[in-house]
Antibody, heavy 121, light 107 residues
């Protein structure tokens, strides 16, 4: 059974770059036709999809964040990563990684447990 | 981006009640809709995909219906563990988007 786990700094200073990694266990990140996504949720608010990556390296980003987001994959480590640049307090949120299918299979399952990132000086 | 509007935003109900939550899309999305349950401090959990397909392991009291722009999630008989926040999500086109959530509280 595939499991995902986010890791990274819980505190980032304004204007700096947020960096998180999602480690996939219980299966290969390269098996099946899956994409690997990042989603975030500010405290008490709804869910926002950030972007996704296929193991070939192909990416799709939310246009609202596209200029600041980079998602990459390291198949040798069974990991994928998120970088969000020029962060502000508005980027404070719980960040989740999740697996998703391709066209017509774009629901998210499973999810990581989430990691809180606070942007503050 | 496609907007999803859930109603109601919050709902009070009792154990045993039948509850329906609706999700309306700003444009047609065929059956490309999923429903999630989220409890405080936890990640969302997939309940329904393709508008009406029940995820493995999810109790049969949960059901989904709809296509095009109007969708519903129904819980046939509320159990204590069902009190949570529910989200719909469309995957017809990118960026995928979520509804704002429906908080289901105990009456």
């Amino acid at each position: 059974q595939v499991q995902l786990q986010e890791s990274g700094p819980g505190l980032v200073k304004p204007s700096q770059t947020l960096s998180l990694t999602c480690t996939v266990s219980g299966g290969s990140i390269s098996s099946g036709s899956y994409y690997w996504s990042w989603i975030r949720q500010p405290a008490g608010k709804g869910l926002e999809w950030i972007g996704r990556i296929y193991t070939s390296g192909s990416t799709n980003y939310n246009p609202s964040l596209k200029s600041r987001v980079t998602i990459s994959v390291d198949t040798s480590k069974n990991q994928f990563s998120l970088k969000l640049s020029s962060v502000t307090a508005a980027d404070t949120a719980v960040y989740y990684c999740a697996r998703t299918g391709g066209y017509n299979s774009g629901w998210f399952d499973p999810w990581g447990q989430g990691t809180l990132v606070t942007v503050s000086s | 981006a496609i907007q999803l509007t859930q109603s109601p935003s919050s709902l009070s109900a009792s154990v045993g009640d039948r509850v329906t939550i609706t999700c309306r899309a700003s444009q047609g999305i065929s059956s490309a809709l999923a429903w999630y349950q989220q409890k405080p401090g936890k990640a969302p959990k997939l309940l329904i995909y393709d508008a009406s397909s029940l995820e493995s392991g999810v109790p049969s009291r949960f059901s989904g219906s709809g296509s095009g722009t109007d969708f519903t999630l129904t819980i046939s008989s509320l159990q204590p563990e069902d009190f949570a926040t529910y989200y719909c999500q469309q995957f017809n086109s990118y960026p995928v988007t979520f509804g704002q959530g429906t908080r289901l509280e105990i009456k």
